[in-house]
DNA sequence: CACTTAATGCACTAACCAGTTACTTCTTTA
DNA sequence: TAAAGAAGTAACTGGTTAGTGCATTAAGTG
């Protein structure tokens, strides 16, 4: 095997992966109409030629850059191990982590609101998001059922509903940054107004779920 | 004056109002970025060249479709007289109601989106809008604190955190049924599943609010 | 009925943009 | 080291699209 040579002047794996990132970034800032595949090859220091010669064209690209956001936060998820948590805290870091998650990575949400602009028709051919989705409502489904046990929390919730919620109340917020800034006449993305939000999001949830 | 004529060869207003409506359903459909300016001139039978004649251009057109659809839904909220219920009942009309202008009005959500990914910069120079949205946030403040006389509702609640919270546990939902509908591998659109959600956010919502 | 003003239609253009063709340069390996 | 194939480049193309110039036609007015 060849070492790891910092500047190699030929490395599919990695023009590839500015390829992908630079696509994030463009796909993120304009959505899939508005994203420039001439934009994408420039800020990926990549001939355009690549673009086609490495994923097929623009929907291509936009179809593996979807798969690659719902994976990652799939994958950040699980190693929350909520398990390990009492009910009421599990519950409240998942809140937590998915305000933080989308506040961190906000292409996740561009990304998504894009994709639903287009019916899904590109996530639609990737089986392994559905299968990805299971294990999350599986997440939740287990905190609800030892909080039930423990008497923490009521029965009867539908888990998908609860995550649904979770989601909700911080992507909400957070796609709505600039039309909402404008309307309430105040700066939503400010540090203490995002502390605001975030414990009313816990005490909304938490609230919703409590005997 | 002159009496209306059902075939009147020309007519500016109407003219004016079909290019509107059919505006509004294009960057609906498609966002302003992937909105076609023929297709809005030929779904409004119109030329073309009234759509610059009429709004300059564009995007002069899109500012105009988002000040209506904002104008709309709170000119349907004002006539609620939410004033005239008990408290909770109040909230709960306001969540149900809410729920049901973006289930019928589905451009409006889009039309939000993308706006935001605009940055909101074509409402920005619409000052009625803000003014409009005091309306709402007061209108929630009210319910609230008669809540708080009654004893029915606990003390402390920010009014801006729950109408957003308000229009977010719907707004998600919703905007993104495909993705939703795909992932959580269930119609997320069929009637008994927004049935379902309706219930579900109606609960979430009062769990917030009571002492 | 003239005459003015506003509404409408057609054909054009300048810019843009996804995707391709034809080519050069580098890397690997037999 | 020579051949093969993979990585990379630049210039181009065909189609599309927002916006316009100019002519025409209808409606309102004195």
Redesign the pocket.
């Known amino acids: 095997m060849?070492e790891e040579?910092k500047a190699?002047?030929?490395?599919?794996e990695?023009?590839?992966a500015r390829i992908l990132q630079a696509a994030k970034r463009e796909f993120a800032k304009h959505g899939l109409g508005g994203?420039?595949?001439?934009?994408i090859a420039d800020r990926a220091?990549?001939?355009?030629?690549?673009?086609?010669?490495?994923f097929g064209?623009?929907?291509d690209l936009f179809r593996i850059v979807l798969e690659e956001a719902y994976l990652g936060i799939r994958s950040a998820e699980k190693k929350l191990d909520l398990d390990a948590l009492p009910p009421s805290e599990a519950l409240e870091s998942l809140v937590r982590f998915t305000w933080n998650y989308y506040l961190k990575n906000p292409e996740f949400i561009t990304l998504v609101n894009s994709e639903n602009l287009h019916r899904a028709k590109h996530i639609k051919t990737l089986p392994s998001l559905p299968n990805a989705m299971r294990g999350l409502v599986g997440m939740v489904e287990n905190i609800l059922k030892r909080g039930e046990d423990s008497g923490e929390f009521r029965k009867g919730i539908d888990a998908a509903q609860l995550n649904i919620t979770i989601a909700a109340i911080g992507y909400y917020y957070l796609t709505n940054r600039y039309t909402g800034s404008f309307l309430f006449e105040r700066n939503l993305m400010e540090k203490e107004a995002l502390e605001d939000r975030l414990a009313f999001n816990v005490e909304t949830i938490l609230r919703l779920v409590r005997s």
């Open positions: 060849a040579k190699k002047k030929r490395d599919a990695a023009t590839k994203a420039r595949v001439d934009e220091q990549a001939n355009k030629r690549m673009i086609y010669h490495y064209g623009k929907e």
